[in-house]
Antibody
Framework: QVTLKESGPVLVKPSETLTLTCTVS??????????VSWIRQPPGKALEWLAH???????SDSPSLRSRLTISMDTSKSQVVLTMTNMDPVDTAMYYC??????????????WGQGTLVTVSS | DIQMTQFPSSLSASVGDRVTITCRAS??????LNWYQQKPGKAPKLLIF???NLESGVPSRFSGSGSGTDFTLTISSLQAEDFATYSC??????????FGPGTKVEIK
């Protein structure tokens, strides 16, 4: 059974750096064609893909947030870490990690964590 | 950037109704289109991949169609557990991905 679990602070002050950890089980991020992605959803708004990483260290992130995002993987711990600098109240959202799978028919997010709500406020 | 739009943004329907949701891409994305269901307070769940392929374990009352820029998600006979928000997502511009704004299906 595939599980992903997000962990990190629930409250961050403006200008601070957010660090989120995704711990996975039931699959190895080192499996070919599978990786871990971060996706967020502000309250009442749409899902927004942020970044992803594969075991070969192939990574990509959203152009609109690129200067603020860093994603890394520790395969020995089955963890993926996302850092986002210079947090702002508009970054208040539910942050999800999800398994990203590259299929012949395209790329999907086929398993998701429960999400962690991050509020940015002084 | 590929922009995704959905309509309607919300709809009210009764159990047993046939429901159709439309997703439109700002450019041709072939069939690189996935659909997700999200219930309140829960994470999204993959329903359909590559426009028309049912993910394992998803009831057959869900179906998807379309290619190019226009896609539809159909629920043939709405059940109580189907009241949720449905979002489309394009994977044409891999490794960059975008989601639609979502369609909320509510009980009439």
């Amino acid at each position: 059974q595939v599980t992903l679990k997000e962990s990190g602070p629930v409250l961050v002050k403006p200008s601070e750096t957010l660090t989120l950890t995704c711990t996975v089980s039931g699959f190895s991020p080192s499996n070919s064609g599978m990786g871990v992605s971060w996706i967020r959803q502000p309250p009442g708004k749409a899902l927004e893909w942020l970044a992803h990483i594969f075991s070969n260290d192939e990574k990509s992130d959203s152009p609109s947030l690129r200067s603020r995002l860093t994603i890394s993987m520790d395969t020995s711990k089955s963890q993926v870490v996302l850092t986002m600098t210079n947090m702002d109240p508009v970054d208040t959202a539910m942050y999800y990690c999800a398994r990203i799978s590259v299929r012949m028919t395209g790329t999907v997010f086929d398993d998701w964590g429960q999400g962690t709500l991050v509020t940015v406020s002084s | 950037d590929i922009q995704m739009t959905q309509f309607p943004s919300s709809l009210s329907a009764s159990v047993g109704d046939r429901v159709t949701i439309t997703c439109r891409a700002s450019q041709n994305i072939a069939t690189f289109l996935n659909w997700y269901q999200q219930k309140p307070g829960k994470a999204p769940k993959l329903l359909i991949f590559a426009a028309s392929n049912l993910e394992s374990g998803v009831p057959s009352r869900f179906s998807g169609s379309g290619s190019g820029t226009d896609f539809t998600l159909t629920i043939s006979s709405l059940q109580a557990e189907d009241f949720a928000t449905y979002s489309c997502q394009q994977s044409f511009s891999t490794p960059l991905f975008t989601f639609g704004p979502g369609t909320k299906v509510e009980i009439k």
